[in-house]
C-alpha cells in the first residue's frame, strides 16, 4: 500500500494552512493613508502625537477609517486620495508649522485593508510594482553650489597636509566665498607654497594678492576652482548622489527602484511597492555628511562670550552650537576631516558605558589626518558632527586622552539603538556629494496598472483552466490530482511573495504563467511514468510507487537546470528581469514540493489505504499491438 507516515502528512497540511494564511491578505486591497514619522531623535511617536493628529483631522472636519500607531510611526487610513491630500496637509500644518525646520516627516502612504488578526501574524500583502500599483514619486535638487564649496572645504584640508610634509608656513588656509585664501608673511614662502601646489593641485587657478593693510601677513595666495573643474565636479556630485541612492535605497529593500538623472542637477526616485514612505523620504532627503573639528575651548569656558554667541554673534571662525546633553560649545569653522574618508560604518556599542554607537573605520589617508591631529591637540576637545540639510548637529565632543591611530572611529553620546542605525547605513551607503532638497514629492497612479492587473490575471486564470481541462480530460482522477497539486503550487508561491514581502511587477506574473506550465509538465511525467508501470504489468499500487520514484530523477534534474538558468538572470538581469527571475526561482522551488510530494499525498488519501485496488482513473493505458491494460479504467 501507499501511504506516507504521520509526519509527512502533517507537514502538507502544515504547508497549505500557513500558504493559504499568507495568501489571504493579498484580497483585500490596500486604502490611501497619511504617515507621521520622528525626524529628530529626540522627539518620539507617542500617545500625545495621536491625539494631536486626531485633534487636527477633527478641527478641519476630516473623517479617517482608522488611526493606527507603533513605535515608529503613525498612520491614519482614510476613505480615498482627495481626503488623503487634504489630510496630509492639515497635519503638516499642525505639526510643522516652521517647515524649514521639520520636527515631523508626514507622507503619503497606503496601507493594507487586512484585518488585525492576520496583521497580527506579519501575514501581509505582497508589494505591487509601479506598473501594477504605482508607488512613491521623488524630485530631487541638487545643490551644485554645495557641490564646490564641499571640494574646497576638503582641499582646504589637503592643502595643509601639502604645506606642512613640504615644510612651507602659512599664516592660515581659509574659504572666502568660492576661493582658498592662503596667507604667508614673505613673498618668497609663498612662491614655494605656489610652486608646491601647482604640482599636486592641477584644478586650482592661483593668483598673487598683497594686503597692505595686513602687517602680519600681507601676502596672499588665491586659490579657484577652474571651470573645467567646476563642471567636472557637478557631474561627479549628479553621478556620485545617484549611485548614492541606490546604496540607500538597497539598504531600505526596495524592489526595482528607477532612479535617473533629469535635466543637469535634478534626480527623480520612484520607489514601488513602498509602504514606509515616510521612512524612505527620511533617507533620501538626508545628507549625514560627517565633519570633525576641533572645540574653542578657550571661548567656550568665557560665559559672556558664550551669551553673545547664543544671540548669534560667535567669535570669528567658530560657530554656536548646543551638545545633545544641552551643554553650548563653540566649534571652529576649519574641518579636520570629512565623510569622504570613510570607508566603512557599523551600528553597535560602546564598550566601557554599553550605550548604541557608531563604529568608523578611515582610509590610510584618513587614518594619518586623524592620527596626526590627535597628536597635536592632546587634552583638547574634538567635535563630531552630522551635517543634514546644510545644519550641523554635535554627535559627541570628547576631550582627546592620547594619538589615535589605526583608523578606527567612534561616534556616542546619547543616540538611540534605531538612531544609531540609521546613521551607520547613510554613511555606510556614501555621504552625498552634494546636498539635495525633496522639491516634489507624490504617490504615482498605475500606468495602466488596473488594465495591467486585470489582463494577468485572466491570462493566468485562462491559462490554468486550459491546463486544468486538458488533465482532467486526459487523465481523469489523476488528471483532478494534478491540478489539485498545480493549485497547491499557485497558493505556496503567492504566500512565498508575500511573506518575503517581493514586488510583483508585470513580467512577475508573467512568471507566474510560465511556473504553471511548467509545474504541471511534472505531473505529466508522473503519470506516464505510471502508464508505463501499467503497461508492463504492474499492479496499480506498484505503479504508483514506481511511478513517483522513477520520474522523481528526470524532474529534479529539470527543475535544476531551469533553476540555473533562473539565478544567471537574478545575479546578472535588472529592472523586469530580475522581477521576472525572482518568481520564476521562487515558483520552481515551490513546484518540485507540490508536483511530487503535495500530489502524492492525495493519491495516497484516495488509493493508499485500497487493499485489493481493480485499477486506477489514469485514462486509456494502450500501446500498439496490446490490449487496453485491465488494471485502467
Not at 560602546?350 to 586623524?370: C, K, M, N, Y
Not at 505531473?523 to 508505463?532: G, H, K, Q, S, W
Request: glycine share 8%; with cysteine.
Amino acid at each position: 500500500m501507499n501511504r506516507y507516515p504521520l509526519w509527512k502528512n502533517a507537514t502538507v497540511i502544515i504547508a497549505l494552512v500557513l500558504g493559504l494564511l499568507y495568501t489571504l491578505p493579498n484580497f483585500f486591497g490596500e486604502a490611501p493613508a497619511v504617515q507621521v514619522s520622528s525626524v529628530k531623535a529626540t522627539i518620539k511617536v507617542d500617545t500625545a502625537l495621536l491625539g494631536r493628529v486626531e485633534d487636527a483631522l477633527k478641527t478641519a472636519g476630516i473623517a479617517n477609517t482608522g488611526l493606527h500607531a507603533d513605535p515608529q510611526s503613525i498612520r491614519v487610513r482614510l476613505a480615498d486620495t482627495d481626503t488623503q491630500l487634504k489630510a496630509k496637509d492639515v497635519i503638516e500644518k499642525a505639526l510643522n508649522p516652521d517647515p524649514a525646520d521639520a520636527t515631523y516627516s508626514v507622507a503619503l502612504n497606503l496601507v493594507a485593508n487586512s484585518p488585525n488578526w492576520l496583521t497580527s501574524l506579519h501575514a501581509l500583502p505582497m508589494y505591487l510594482g509601479l506598473d501594477l500599483r504605482g508607488g512613491v514619486h521623488f524630485l530631487l535638487q541638487v545643490d551644485m553650489k554645495g557641490a564646490l564649496t564641499k571640494r574646497l572645504d576638503s582641499t582646504g584640508a589637503d592643502l595643509r597636509g601639502l604645506l606642512r610634509d613640504k615644510n612651507v608656513r602659512h599664516s592660515g588656509i581659509g574659504r572666502e566665498g568660492m576661493s582658498l585664501v592662503i596667507k604667508f608673511r614673505d613673498a618668497e614662502t609663498r612662491d614655494k607654497a605656489r610652486e608646491a601646489i601647482s604640482s599636486q593641485q592641477a584644478d586650482l587657478a592661483l593668483a598673487d594678492v598683497q594686503d597692505a593693510g595686513n602687517t602680519d601677513a600681507p601676502f596672499k595666495l588665491i586659490a579657484t576652482l577652474k571651470p573645467t573643474a567646476e563642471k567636472t565636479i557637478q557631474e561627479y556630485a549628479l553621478k556620485q548622489n545617484i549611485t548614492t541612492l541606490h546604496n540607500r535605497i538597497n539598504e531600505l529593500g526596495v524592489a526595482e527602484p528607477v532612479i535617473q538623472q533629469q535635466g543637469v542637477d535634478r534626480i527623480v526616485v520612484q520607489l514601488p511597492g513602498v509602504q514606509d514612505t515616510a521612512k524612505a523620504k527620511d533617507i533620501l532627503g538626508r545628507t549625514a555628511s560627517l565633519e570633525v573639528r576641533m572645540v574653542d575651548d578657550e571661548n567656550s569656558g568665557n560665559a559672556s562670550v558664550m551669551e553673545a554667541a547664543a544671540k548669534g554673534q560667535p567669535p570669528a571662525g567658530t560657530e554656536y552650537y548646543v551638545e545633545r546633553g544641552g551643554r553650548p560649545l563653540l566649534v571652529k569653522k576649519q574641518v579636520v576631516l570629512t565623510g569622504d574618508r570613510l570607508t566603512d560604518a557599523q551600528a553597535g556599542f560602546d564598550s566601557q558605558t554599553h550605550e548604541p554607537a557608531v563604529h568608523l573605520t578611515l582610509d590610510s589617508a584618513g587614518a594619518r589626518i586623524f592620527k596626526d591631529v590627535t597628536r597635536e591637540n592632546v587634552n583638547k576637545r574634538m567635535a563630531i558632527l552630522l551635517i543634514e540639510k546644510g545644519k550641523g548637529e554635535v554627535v559627541t565632543a570628547p576631550v582627546i586622552r592620547s594619538e589615535i591611530g589605526g583608523g578606527r572611529v567612534q561616534i556616542s553620546g546619547r543616540m538611540s539603538t534605531q538612531e544609531a542605525n540609521d546613521t551607520a547605513l547613510l554613511l555606510r551607503a556614501g555621504s552625498l556629494a552634494a546636498p539635495m532638497d525633496i522639491v516634489e514629492e507624490r504617490t504615482i497612479g498605475p500606468s495602466l496598472g488596473a488594465e495591467n492587473i486585470s489582463k494577468g490575471f485572466h491570462s493566468t486564470l485562462w491559462g490554468f483552466t486550459a491546463i486544468a481541462a486538458f488533465m482532467m480530460v486526459y487523465y481523469l482522477l489523476f488528471g483532478l490530482v494534478s491540478v489539485l497539486a498545480l493549485s497547491a503550487n499557485l497558493l505556496f508561491l503567492v504566500a512565498l511573495l508575500s511573506l518575503l514581502q517581493a514586488t510583483l511587477t508585470l513580467p512577475g506574473i508573467a512568471a507566474i504563467a510560465l511556473t504553471l506550465g511548467m509545474a504541471i509538465d511534472a505531473n505529466v511525467l508522473i503519470n506516464e511514468r505510471i502508464r508505463e508501470e501499467l503497461r508492463g504489468g504492474s499492479t496499480p499500487q506498484a505503479a504508483i510507487l514506481a511511478g513517483y520514484d522513477r520520474a522523481w530523477a528526470t524532474i529534479l534534474d529539470s527543475n535544476v537546470t531551469t533553476l540555473i538558468a533562473g539565478i544567471a538572470l537574478l545575479i546578472f538581469g535588472s529592472g523586469p528581469v530580475r522581477g521576472f527571475a525572482v518568481v520564476h526561482c521562487l515558483g520552481i522551488t515551490t513546484s518540485i514540493f507540490s508536483s511530487v510530494v503535495v500530489s502524492r499525498a492525495i493519491v495516497n488519501v484516495i488509493y493508499g489505504r485500497r487493499k485489493k485496488l481493480a485499477g486506477l482513473s489514469i485514462g486509456q493505458v494502450w500501446k500498439p499491438g496490446i490490449t487496453a491494460n485491465s488494471s485502467a479504467k
